[in-house]
């Protein structure tokens, strides 16, 4: 057990990355139990030092892990561009999209959405933002 949790990292960091995510970013335990699926209470007693992180089934403790880690810093890290071609990205490679359909949904040319995959600074503001409402739109969709 003790190899894990050299592995894992120390509870009180991820402890203190939860907060920030709380604190600064506001959210909170009830959306984190919609998003994990892990119990309230579980959440409050990790928070307070009563609950580890080993305490939790492995692919919960990543989950926690990584959503931790993108709440309190990661989301930051990443350009609003870079977000958007990941969202289509996920959208061709998990949902089988084409980049056909996503233009015909956003109301842009295939051509745009090649030009911003290549260079996001090849598209303006109005073309960025009709291809990040739809893909945004499409990926909560079919992720439902």
């Known amino acids: 057990m003790q190899r894990i949790r050299i592995a894992l990292g120390h509870d009180d960091i991820f402890r ?20 994990t699926e892990i119990d309230i209470n579980w959440l409050s007693d990790y928070i307070n ?12 403790q990543f989950l926690l892990l990584n959503l931790i880690t993108f709440l309190s810093e990661g989301i930051q ?4 561009d870079e977000r958007i071609k990941g969202v289509i990205d996920l959208l061709i490679q998990i949902f089988g999209l084409e980049l056909e359909t996503i233009s015909l949904y956003a109301g ?9 995959m290549n260079d996001t600074t090849s598209i303006d503001f109005e073309k960025k933002y009709k291809l990040a409402t ?5 990926h909560y969709l079919f992720k439902k």
Do not use: C, H, W
């Open 16 to 35: 203190e990355k939860l907060l920030i995510a709380i604190k600064e970013y506001k959210i909170t335990l009830n959306t984190l139990n919609k998003v």
């Open 108 to 116: 842009l040319e295939k051509q745009d959405i090649e030009d911003f």
């Open 77 to 80: 890290t990443i350009s609003e």
């Open 134 to 138: 739809a893909s945004m739109m499409l």
């Open 49 to 60: 030092g009563n609950k580890e992180l080993l305490d939790l089934p492995r692919e919960k």
